[in-house]
């Protein structure tokens, strides 16, 4: 089961661009990197999952590099509604063989006024 | 209507009483999962289960036991509830191909005194 790291809290101004960045330096030939959001005393929300180089939807853009032993999270133009706990989880998705996803700490990002 | 549905949403009860979390869901999805979260620990998985007769030990399942009366209903107890299993207690559930990708209900926030 690959392990994740990322930063513990970040801050950053509204309208800035965040960026996130998660280490997987085990990922697997099969995992998928997936995002979640969560705001206080709400259940994890899925934001974004992608495989290699770059994902986007409405809400983030999702950039993994070749070797895949990264990924980056990014919210352009943050407001102090995404204020929430960011989660990074890797895991083979498609099934072929359960992983317990862990979700561990996640980052805690702060969006000041 | 919320996909996914906890009851009860807040419960205090005492030391060696048994209780019951319930979790519905409306999604159609064959698996279900319950976590719970402690400050500083991120989210942990209990039990989980991958179609009505399936059953599965997570990475505390100490303390608890589930039932899985149904594909939309997955109950988590606490045999003899114990003051460190003061939490917040989420159920989730995921398509069968899918299950990076979690849809999470909106908690039970438990308190044992």
């Known amino acids: 089961l690959a392990k994740t790291t990322q930063p513990i809290s970040m801050d950053s101004y509204e309208g800035q661009e965040v960026n996130i960045t998660c280490s997987h330096n085990?990922?697997?030939?099969?995992?998928?990197i997936t995002w979640y959001q969560q705001f206080p005393s709400q259940g994890p929300r899925f934001i974004i999952q992608g495989y290699k180089t770059k994902v986007t939807n409405e809400v983030a853009s999702l950039f993994i590099p070749a070797d895949r032993k990264s990924s980056t999270l990014s919210l352009p133009r943050v407001s102090l509604s995404d204020t929430a706990v960011y989660y990074c989880?890797?895991?083979?998705?498609w099934g072929g063989g359960y992983q317990k996803v862990t979700f561990g700490i996640g980052t805690k990002l702060q969006v000041i006024p | 209507d919320a996909d996914v549905t906890q009851t009860p949403r807040n419960r205090i009860t005492k030391t060696g009483k048994r209780i019951m979390l319930e979790c519905s869901q409306t999604?159609?999805?064959?698996?279900m999962y319950w976590y719970r979260q402690d400050p500083g620990l991120g989210l942990r998985l209990i039990y989980y289960s991958f179609d009505v007769k399936d059953i599965n030990k997570g990475e505390i399942s100490d303390g608890y036991s589930v039932s899985r009366q149904a594909q939309a209903k997955f109950s988590l107890s606490l045999e003899s509830a114990i003051p460190n299993q003061t939490a917040l207690y989420f159920c989730a559930t995921s398509d069968k191909n899918s299950y990076n990708e979690q849809f999470f209900g909106p908690g039970t926030r438990l308190t044992v005194l």
């Open positions: 085990n990922i697997a030939t099969n995992d998928y």
């Open positions: 989880l890797v895991g083979d998705a």
């Open positions: 999604k159609g999805h064959d698996r």
